[in-house]
């Protein structure tokens, strides 16, 4: 099932008494490895330690007050700190599993049929794409608040569905990995394209819609400007609003900066934790796949 | 098997149901005007622990509950502020910074609390008061706190290098440069351009206006006489490596008092709790002194920020709002809960006589406390513009680390004169002169 | 991308040319061999949303920047501010400020820059991870996506930490090994080093992840001619796999740069702690925020969002026209 052995391929050429390690891309992986990790490795450092220590320690020495740190945090405000991390998690995790959805309905659709108007709606979605957020952030909010709809969930959720990105990978996804071939056999057995889209072409595209709802929930967890704008109750931010809005009180409140970093370093965990549990699906070999 | 419309349907749910949670979402104020009636009044503020204040108040008053909500603080709020105004979506009551009071009144975002709140006036430094009226009959909230600006020196280093306090700038810059040449590991302190707050402060205690109004035009000071005074005072000082050049607020400047390489800090009567963090191994070596004075014998101060609470035009109940105000800042309670919790340095006449301001820990200052006042009753009045928000981004802009040098100073404050003018103007706003 | 090869079992279906048959279920529905509603039915929630969440803002972002303020006297009192109509004055005004100009200018300096290195490394990366015989490569892909994980906000705030003179591991190791003074990372030309590797540190990982599926998505099987024939891992990363990818490539190429010239998160967080090097208007969008939210002049912000969005919308035709293509080759023609 899993991908073509590459192991007797690799058995049939190299010599077998010990497994060959290509040393020059191994050793680059590795500085990648190290330049990537050095700064989150910090974060994690800086928050074992106190202010003072922050302050007064190097920068790579830590501290011993992870815990009270933990402690701290969780305290605030009475475990606000959670209820924004749960705010976080409805509003990535809805948003990005409606977004993979959406952007696999729309790029099947797009990859795999030709229709009049094709170019001028995807080209509309890509003019999408140049719009930046902080353009678009202001116009949404004001646009919200006359619908009174502001200060809700469904005003940080709904944008948080649509991304063009995604769509576009979508469609890159659709067309390489779902042959014609397949889909018209399963006309010809009579599926409807609905069932087609759902039973063949779902699974075939699961290596990319599961990087495009990896890229939408990173993307809304990481959110700033439109829930800032959007929200004024506390309990509904989610952890970047959250935690800025503790960044900023640091200032006249400075016991604040190490519970920011504590929080900043927690709020990476869950998605470590999405990574490895998504990991598996980029294993998928497609050409085997089809094969059935 | 039908076309299903799986998608077409998903949709229109999600609208529906947008739709119904829209309506069941607290977006608008409420409607009652009756007084009697319990009211809730929603409240942005980020002075540290505002909610137990708030507390208070709403375990004794039944009828007008406040809902807190902690603000981000400064220009990150004030934009939040004003996008929500555009879309009267503006909590009830919001804590406000002296300079952005008249952003917020051109945009007509205030309500005018005189009818409520006017008789208070007696309990506040005039230069404070005219702050919250902008120099009209109205009344744009009730100031909270008061920052004037003194000179906080580290007792230690000056009786090792003997340096005496001084009491004038010429004083200051002649020990600045003893200091330095003496132990060049040592600076006197950090340039005052570092932080646009501090250094309009100090023009003001020269004398500068920055905007001012003459009939139905405004005027820009950046560049008057006694600004640019300043302005090559402190770039004279930089030039002779007198004090340090380094941006405030950051990590490393926090260490430069720690590690004892700044002897003083030019700043407001809010500083020691400020430097508990910057600076926490140097508790008990610092004290306070008067800023120091362009001519001897003057008794000049400025201020380096300070906030008032206003009530919001979007507010449907202001008689409400402003009695929690007046109860907030300046009621015996209020105030020494804002002291003793939101460690805020009051401007109430009165708080600022109370016994119940809390002990200073950090600095071993037996009058602390007169001396502040004192300071506080001799800052030199204010005006602030509509624009403050651009001026204080093209400050620093203007003020890089590139300039160095007096000229460099000078010219700077030039070209932010001409950046602020242009942005008035742009903006529709008349601007008289240059 | 790639035409697949034939791994259907069965022949190629019957023709679709209009026959029409009755597909035998209870129900008696009608089979449409070329169904000509379908793929509007599945294009229409994106379609929806978008229209709701983009098209409507922007187009009221295009009136907005038709409007701007008229001040009555001094701008203070209840009705000193209206909002009235402006013609293309806000353009005009766009058009000659030099600021703005300059901010693009370094944008596109800064793309210049970052691009070339972002997508070497995140192609390289993703060469290495799908080849054989490299060690760590599970290590390696967590590793090198997760600073994409990381918001821009934390990310630039420790980056910018690293920069801070007194307080830099970087200098201090510098110095220790090497002797030297110690880099002004704020410094007015190093200064775009130092933003451009924030920006390489969080988005390589995530170029790498679209190539790596991309990648993940080739059939094996090419590679075992090769190998048969005697290639060893990098010949084909080279010369098999990275054609083979290349319409992702370009399509990461064309979307990193226009996220790049949109450069926000980047420069404005550490802008206040550059001491100047980094300014307010650094970046295109710095300036349109500074218009927007602090100068609180959201028409000006609106006309300069447009000019900005037009520019890239033009950029992004010519280059899409001329790679079309190559990027949607194995779809319906």
């Known amino acids: 099932m899993s991908a073509i052995s590459l192991t007797t391929a690799a058995q049939g050429t190299a010599p077998r008494r010990r497994r060959r390690v290509s040393i020059i891309p191994t050793g680059v992986l590795l500085i990648g490895v190290v330049y990537a990790l050095l700064p989150i490795v910090w974060v994690l450092i800086a928050s074992t330690k106190t202010n003072t220590q922050l302050d007064s320690y190097a920068a790579f020495r830590p501290g011993n007050s992870l815990w009270s740190n933990f402690q701290g945090l969780t305290s605030y405000q009475g475990g606000i700190f959670w209820t924004w991390m749960l705010n976080t998690a409805l509003y990535a995790g809805g948003g990005a599993i409606l977004s993979a959805i959406v952007s696999a309905l729309a790029g099947y659709g797009f990859a795999k049929y030709r229709f009049r108007g094709k170019g001028f709606f995807f080209t509309m979605i890509l003019v999408g794409m140049l719009v930046p957020a902080v353009v678009l952030a202001v116009p949404q909010y004001l646009l919200v608040a006359k619908i009174g709809l502001a200060n809700t969930y469904w005003s940080v959720l709904i944008p948080s569905i649509i991304s063009p990105y995604g769509i576009y990978l979508a469609r890159i996804y ?76 640091g200032t006249s409140q400075p016991a604040l900066y190490s519970l920011v970093l504590t929080g900043a370093f927690i709020s990476i965990l869950p998605l470590i934790a999405l990574f490895f549990l998504l990991q598996r699906f980029w294993k998928v070999d497609l050409g085997a796949g089809s094969v059935k | 098997m039908k076309f299903p419309r799986p998608a077409l349907a998903a949709a229109c749910a999600l609208a529906a149901t947008a739709l119904v949670a829209g309506c069941s979402s607290s977006g608008s104020p409420a409607a009652t005007a009756s007084s009697n009636q319990k009211v809730t009044l929603t409240f942005w503020s980020w002075v540290p622990n505002m909610q137990k204040i708030v507390d208070v108040w709403n375990a004794s008053h039944p009828d007008i509950q406040i809902k807190f909500t ?46 409520y ?107 008057s006489a006694a600004a640019q005074k300043v302005a090559s005072y402190w770039g004279g000082l930089v030039e002779s490596h007198a004090v340090d050049s380094q941006t405030a607020w950051t990590a490393s400047w926090d260490k430069s008092f720690s590690s004892g390489e700044y002897a003083s800090w030019i700043s407001a009567v809010w500083a020691p709790g400020d430097l508990v963090s910057q600076a926490a191994n140097t508790s008990g070596d610092w004290a306070m ?82 001396l502040a006042k004192q300071y506080s009753a001799s800052t030199a009045a204010a005006t602030w513009g509509p624009d403050v928000d651009v001026a204080y981004s093209d400050f620093s802009d203007d003020f890089t680390s590139t300039v160095t040098t007096q000229a460099g100073y000078l010219s700077a404050l030039s070209k932010l004169q001409a950046a602020v003018v242009a942005d008035m103007k742009s903006t529709g706003f008349t601007v008289s002169g240059s | 991308m790639t035409t697949a090869p034939s791994l259907h079992t069965h022949d190629a279906a019957a023709p679709l040319t209009g026959a029409r048959r009755v597909r035998p279920n209870g129900r008696g529905q009608r089979w449409n061999p070329s169904p000509r509603r379908m793929p509007y039915s599945f294009i229409a929630p994106a379609v929806v949303l978008f229209v709701v969440v983009f098209l409507v803002p922007l187009g009221y972002t295009v009136y907005l920047s038709t409007q701007k303020t008229q001040v009555e006297g001094l701008g203070l009192g209840a009705n000193a501010r209206k909002q009235v109509a402006a013609g293309f004055s806000n353009y005009t005004y766009v058009f000659h400020d030099g600021e703005f100009w300059q901010s693009v200018l370094r944008a596109v300096v800064y793309g210049c820059i970052l691009i070339p290195i972002m997508l070497g490394l995140a192609t390289a990366f993703a ?180 000019v900005i969005a037009l520019l890239m919308f033009v950029l992004s035709i010519v280059v899409l026209r001329a790679t079309n293509r190559q990027i949607f080759g194995g779809e319906a023609r």
């Open chain 1, 174 to 249: 659709a067309g390489a990995s779902v042959p014609d071939e397949i889909i018209e056999a399963a006309r010809v057995d009579g599926s409807s394209e609905w069932r087609t889209f759902l039973r063949i072409g779902v699974p075939m595209m699961t290596p990319g819609l599961v990087t495009i709802f990896l890229f939408q929930f990173v993307a809304v967890w990481n959110n700033f400007l439109l829930p800032w704008l959007m929200l004024s109750s506390e309990n509904k931010y989610p952890l970047t609003v959250g935690l800025f809005t503790l960044l900023d009180a």
């Open chain 2, 70 to 115: 902690e603000a981000a603080g400064g220009d990150a709020e004030l934009a939040k502020l004003l996008t929500a105004g555009k879309a009267k979506d503006m909590p009830d009551l919001a804590q406000i910074e002296y300079q952005s009071l008249p952003t917020m009144v051109s945009n007509n975002y205030l309500a005018d609390i005189s009818s």
């Open chain 2, 117 to 223: 709140d006017a008789s208070l006036k007696s309990d506040y430094p005039a230069g404070i008061w005219d702050q919250v009226t902008l120099g009209t009959s109205a009344l744009y909230g009730v100031p909270q706190d008061a920052a004037p600006l003194a000179l906080f020196y580290r007792k230690d280093l000056f009786k090792k290098y003997n340096l005496a306090v001084p009491t004038t700038w010429a004083q200051y810059a002649t020990e600045a440069a003893q200091l330095h040449k003496d132990d060049p590991s040592i600076y006197m302190g950090d340039t005052a351009t570092t932080d646009a707050g501090l250094f309009a402060g100090l023009t003001q205690q020269a004398g500068a206006q920055w905007w001012s109004a003459s009939g139905q035009s405004w005027s820009v000071g950046i560049d």
């Open chain 2, 289 to 370: 002194a008067e800023l120091p004075q362009w001519s001897a014998g003057q008794d000049v101060s400025g201020a380096w920020g300070g906030s008032a609470t206003s009530v919001t035009s979007d507010s449907a109940h202001p008689q409400q709002a402003a009695q929690f105000i007046a109860w907030l800042n300046q009621s015996t309670q209020g105030t020494s809960l804002l002291v003793s919790d939101g460690s805020v340095y009051p401007a109430s006449l009165t708080a600022e006589s109370s016994s119940s301001l809390p002990a200073q820990t950090f600095m071993d200052q037996s009058d602390f406390y007169t």
């Open chain 3, 127 to 306: 060469l290495i991870l799908d080849a054989q015989h490299v060690r760590f490569q599970r290590l390696g892909r967590l590793a090198i996506f997760l600073p994409y994980a990381v918001p821009t906000l934390i990310g630039s705030i420790i980056w910018g930490m690293m920069y801070l003179p007194a307080f830099s591991p970087i200098n201090s190791v510098l110095h220790a090994v090497f002797g030297i003074q110690g880099i002004n990372f704020f410094g007015s030309h190093i200064v775009y080093l130092s933003v451009a590797n924030i920006g390489v540190w969080g988005g390589t990982g995530f170029n790498m992840m679209v190539l790596y599926t991309s990648l993940r998505s080739l059939p094996q099987e090419t590679y075992e001619a090769a190998r048969l024939d005697g290639a060893n891992e990098r010949q084909i990363s080279l010369r098999i796999k990275l054609p083979m990818i290349r319409p992702a490539m370009i399509m990461t190429g064309i979307f990193s740069t226009i996220a790049t010239l949109q450069v926000f998160n980047e420069p404005y967080a550490i802008h206040e702690i550059s001491n100047g090097g980094v300014s307010t208007t650094w970046t295109p969008l710095m300036t349109i925020y500074k218009d927007t939210y602090t100068a609180n002049n959201v028409y000006l912000g609106a006309a300069e969002s447009i």
